[in-house]
């Protein structure tokens, strides 16, 4: 790994440990490998966001020739939301893509990931299906948010109804996330949800 | 101008700061503060790309320095400005920045080494390369060797080369370690928490009567009581545990004294009995075992007097040294306190009689007068007359067997002495 990426991330690494966002808990960095090329960040979901409550985990990649380009980050835990692939974690960030400046760290990057989850941009899309839910039926997509905050993210909101139609589904031998997928595609109609998947 | 004051002014600051920890710590503490600057530069020398030291300083046109390495770099494939997006031309808007560069050569830092020996000052530029050449710097470890810091269990996972490093991080980041303690302590309590709750409400229902129809709104009561029986308790023990202390205190004081005033009241009969004795000579067996094996060894009786105000005496018992299967019995003259007061030699008439348990014609009784020529009889320097006067060979021990003496492996010897 070039010289400079390495010791960029060590000195960001300790920007980051010492931050007072650390020491409130809402950011989080691990690393993986001692050799600075994978981190480990975690980010709390903002309050008064369907996200409230859960810890999203993230995938960082430095790439040899950080800090020039951006690192490459992903959503290691599912979660629902416009920018977001709900399969991959795949992230629709500007500042990830063309608008990343070499004067941005990874503490500025966990932060405008935080401030994404509060502010979703469904114009510019990563996940079509929850862009449209968003605005097409803000409620529902938020509760769909919710319930994945819960299961997926350790969330307080349990939803007992969902619950209950994923576990129909379950019974009729669908694996549950195949289920969760369906049923939040299609605004939690069962029936309609039953027709794609059987289709 | 008032740029250059001011770093003055915080260079001064840091230093006093060092200063003050020093009073608790070692030398090494107080040279924290370069260290510092080096590990991450003031601000206005730090390259917003490498985030190291400005090396060959250059200005934008928007008003941000960088390492002519970095920016250019960075140009080859934006031409905004890192820091605010401004159009950047890379041939018009970079100019280099001298004042920045003398400035930055005028720094002085020390060799992040200084914790294990190292006293270079150098330029923060060349600590890099000094690095590499520093006869102070230690090798680096494998992985599995490092030293851990000593906050791992609660999540701080650096790792160190050697001691002062990690003393030197044990200092530098106490706000983090606290930061994670209480973090720590906090989960911990949750789990205390859920625990006690869950086992004190168990107890609680254990020591509860069955609960009545209806009536389950007491649920806080019963932890309450709980709470108020266990303190009641506790208390209790307490007291008796100090309790049982006094006792205890009490008892051997008690004991102390009673022993003392047996030994007096013994001391009194042996005053008293007016010159007539007994003795109880108990575990006879062994003692004449031992006496085989042992031909030099004595058994003494306690002393008796011969009136309240008379004369001390103490009998001895011992093998007779002729034939081992004969006791010598013989009586020793004691000191006492009243010795000033009496007629010396001791004169008068001394009986030994061996008591058979249960028929008393079969005594065996030696009656003698004393002899006032023998040194037996003169006054004692010592505790004892080292004299004794009596019978070398005085009972047959066979006999005394045979003849059924011996009852309860006990031999009973009374004597009589009066002063005439």
Known sequence: MANIAAQRIKREFKEVIKSEEVAKCAIKLELVDDNYTELRGEIAGPPDTAYEGGNFLLEIKVPETYPFNPPKVRFMTRIWHPNISSVTGAICLDILKDQWAAAMTLRTVLLSLQALLSAAEPDDPQDAVVARQYKENLEMFKLTARHWTNVYAGGPNVNPECDEKIKRLIDMGIEEHQARVALSSYNWDLERATEQLFS | ?420
């Open chain 2, 1 to 420: 101008m008032a740029d250059g004051v001011n770093s003055i002014m915080k260079k001064d600051d840091i230093s006093s700061k060092g200063n003050r920890v020093t009073e608790f710590g070692g030398s090494e503490i107080a040279q924290e503060s370069s260290i510092d600057e080096f590990a991450a530069p003031e601000a206005k020398f730090e390259c917003p790309i490498c985030l190291s030291w400005l090396r060959d300083p250059v200005l934008t046109f928007c008003g941000h320095r960088f390492c002519r390495v970095c920016i250019y770099e960075w140009l080859e494939k934006e031409n905004a400005c890192p820091v605010d997006n401004k159009k950047l031309n890379r041939d018009k808007d970079i100019f280099p920045d001298n004042f920045t560069r003398r400035e930055i050569s005028q720094q002085r830092t020390k060799c992040p080494n200084i914790i294990r020996g190292c006293l270079m000052e150098l330029s923060p530029l060349d600590v890099e390369s000094h690095l590499l050449v520093c006869e102070f710097q230690c090798p680096e470890l494998p992985d599995h060797e490092k030293l851990r810091c000593t906050f791992v269990n609660v999540g701080c996972f650096e790792k160190f080369e050697d001691e002062p490093e990690l003393q030197r991080h044990l200092e530098q980041n106490i706000q983090q370690h606290l930061t994670l303690l209480s973090q720590a302590y906090a989960k911990v309590n949750e789990v205390q928490n859920n625990d006690s709750s869950s086992s004190a409400l168990a107890q609680a229902n254990f020591w509860d009567p069955p609960p009545k129809a209806g009536a389950s709104s007491t649920q806080v009561v019963p932890d309450e009581n709980l709470q108020n029986l266990l303190r009641a308790l506790y208390e209790k023990i307490i007291f008796l545990e100090q309790k049982a202390r006094e006792q205890d205190i009490i008892l051997s004081n008690m004991s102390e004294q009673i022993s003392s005033h047996v030994s007096t009241i013994s001391n009194f009969q042996q005053r008293y009995c007016n010159g007539c004795f007994i003795w109880y000579f108990n575990d006879f067996k062994a003692k004449i075992k031992s006496m085989r094996d042992n031909p030099r060894l004595m058994h003494y009786s306690p002393g008796f007097y011969t009136s309240s105000y008379g004369y001390k005496l103490c009998l001895r018992i011992n093998l007779s040294p002729r034939d081992n299967n004969y006791l010598a019995i013989l009586f020793h003259v004691m000191k006492s306190e009243h010795d000033q007061a009496l007629d010396w030699p001791f004169c008068g008439r001394l009986s030994i009689t061996i008591v058979h348990p249960f028929q008393s014609y079969k005594n065996i009784k030696e009656t003698m007068m004393s002899r006032p020529e023998l040194q037996a009889f003169n006054r004692p320097m010592h505790d004892l007359n080292p004299k004794g006067f009596g019978y070398t060979e005085f009972a047959s021990i066979e006999e005394l067997f045979d003849q059924e003496f011996i009852a309860n492996n006990q031999l009973i010897i009374k004597v009589n002495a009066q002063p005439v």
